[in-house]
């Protein structure tokens, strides 16, 4: 099949996943398992390229073991995360600010999600098309990347975790592990995974560019729009103790020590 049919396949599936948790949260009133579903629809969406493809075998079989790997890490963690919670105070505040409009406005967001995650794939694609399986050593390094990224990200998550645990921390600023090297560690890993899939597609010929819209979309999404700036907005000062301090001191990206 056709690159091109696949990629449109990739965004139906994003589609029809996404507009399924619109429905649910229409009786739910919780917007946050578009988080869990949009990470799942990913790994999804890498599958049906490896099995579509017409890469070698290896290939798209790497590819998939870890961007399913990846996706499912990320997918449990978020839904152990809201379980029992209340809705994310990001998607609170977006339903108080558009009112009437809410659950329209709410399809749009999601729907933007779906055209976001088929965007994501296409280092994915690029690679399942490949004329050739990548190398033993740039497979090996792509692992590498892999493996430093997600186990960056799952201590990151893990440690800020543990630290909300305490009830004596409760307000405060999380400067704990990586935390202390950077305030948002998990941001900074996140974007690292998608270096992996630029790596495997070492050798795609000028297809290669492409894979580079990963790394450098989700960055942009992380420190422009859908992170920092809604984890640090106005009242991040007034919420959380020792915040403008940490702000000063500390990178908020790439793990370095804190200024003095």
Not at 174 to 190: K, M, T
Not at 206 to 218: E, S
Request: charged letters at 15%; aromatic letters at 14%; one cysteine or more.
């Amino acid at each position: 099949m056709a690159a091109l049919s696949v990629f449109g396949i990739a965004l139906l599936t994003a589609v029809v996943l996404l507009t399924i948790v619109w429905a649910i949260q229409l009786f739910t009133r919780n917007a946050g398992l578009v988080d869990v579903v949009w990470s799942a629809s990913i790994g999804i969406i890498a599958l049906e390229y490896a099995l579509a493809g017409s890469a070698p075998v290896a290939g798209r079989l790497l590819m998939a073991v870890l961007a399913i790997a990846w996706s499912f890490r990320l997918a449990s963690y978020l839904a152990v995360r809201m379980k029992g919670q209340p809705e994310d105070s990001r998607y609170t505040a977006a339903r108080d600010a558009w009112g009437d409009k809410a659950d329209l406005y709410m399809f749009g967001f999601f729907s933007l999600q779906a055209v976001i995650a088929a965007v994501l794939s296409i280092p994915l694609l690029v690679i399942a098309y490949m004329d050739n399986a990548p190398s033993f050593v740039t497979a090996a390094l792509a692992v590498i990347v892999w493996f430093i990224s997600v186990v960056g990200e799952g201590t990151a998550d893990a440690q800020l975790k543990a630290f909300k645990d305490k009830p004596e921390n409760k307000g405060k600023v999380c400067r704990e592990g990586l935390w202390y090297y950077s305030r948002h560690p998990n941001y900074f890993f996140e974007s690292l995974h998608w270096v992996t899939y630029v790596v495997l597609a070492i050798g795609a010929g000028w297809w290669w560019l492409a894979t580079w819209i990963g790394p450098v979309l989700m960055a942009t999404l992380l420190l422009k729009i859908s992170g920092i700036p809604t984890v640090e907005g106005k009242d991040a000062s007034k919420k959380r103790e020792g915040h403008d301090e940490y702000v000063r001191t500390t990178n908020a990206f790439i793990p370095w020590p804190p200024k003095k």
